[in-house]
């Protein structure tokens, strides 16, 4: 089992642990992270750097609900012969969305996967943060039957409500130089001060880790990412799932917490 592994789809709420277990799978298996994080920021990155000036809206044709043809997108950026343009329009699209604060619809944010998962060959990936809905899911497994690859496994980092919030909330940041910390398992040396000297750093709570928004983002998983899991489970993709609370976060500790359900040995020593 797990020999010749292609895909990973690593799940879990916002906070529940799922970065170390991520680390793990990248490291047993030479995989890459694929985040939707990381797509959105790499896609807008390749809008922005063309400047465009004034409002989006002018590439949105609302009696059709739809934005104008990507064609016509191209020659009006003077992109047509870019060769990026086609992650440059998908870019575009995204940032419509995002500058109106506006959810991006599940189309979009397929398209984005699905152009970031064909420049890995639709192999060698961690899957992080999609699918999140079920028509998100049901594009993958889509897409995965018509490129001919294999999803090897769904890993479920569950954790509960209750820890997940009470860690998020204890979460700080450097606004400068980005050091983390956590007022339970590290705080910093004296409130709002770092452990660098620099004189403009800043310690402070992430605007989004305050407890209307984390509740929205454990809804969220609630209602749209727990049927998604679900779909995949249906589809036929083995499902585990890790437990993301730990005595402890030693590296060993965590790698075990996943090689255990695996059914993988565990490569550090015993812990
Ligand atoms: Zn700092």
Redesign the pocket.
């Known amino acids: 089992m797990f020999e010749k592994v292609q895909n990973f789809i690593v799940m879990g709420k916002s906070g529940s642990g799922k970065q170390p277990r991520v680390d793990v799978l990248i490291r047993r298996f030479g995989l890459k992270q694929l985040s939707t994080g990381d797509i959105f920021r790499h896609y807008l990155g390749l809008f922005n750097v063309l400047n465009v000036e004034g409002e989006l809206s002018v590439f949105f044709d609302p009696t059709k609900d739809d934005f104008i043809a990507d064609a016509e997108i191209k020659d009006r950026l003077n992109i047509t012969a870019h060769e990026n343009a086609e992650a440059i329009v998908l870019g575009l699209k995204a940032k419509y969305y995002v500058n109106q604060g506006r959810f991006v619809p599940d189309r979009i944010t397929n398209a984005l996967f699905e152009s970031a998962f064909q420049a890995l060959e639709f192999k060698g990936a961690v899957l992080d943060g999609f699918p999140r809905t079920v028509e998100q899911a049901q594009f993958l497994v889509d897409l995965a039957n018509r490129k001919g690859v294999k999803l090897d496994a769904i890993v479920l980092v569950e954790n509960e409500d209750e820890l997940i919030i009470g860690r998020t909330l204890g979460r700080r940041i ?1 606004k ?2 980005g ?1 983390l910390y956590h007022m339970e398992f590290r705080p910093p040396p004296n409130p709002g001060e ?1 452990v ?1 000297p ?1 004189p403009v ?1 800043d ?1 402070v709570q992430r605007s989004d880790d305050n407890i209307e928004s984390l509740k929205k983002r454990l809804e969220e998983f609630r209602t749209k990412t727990r049927p998604a899991i679900e779909y995949l489970k249906q589809a036929g993709i083995p499902f585990y799932s890790v437990p993301g609370n730990l005595p402890d976060y030693s590296p060993a500790r965590v790698e075990a917490s996943v090689c255990e359900i695996l059914g993988l040995a565990s490569t550090s020593p015993s812990v």
């Open positions: 450097c400068s130089c050091e770092c660098s620099n750093c310690v």
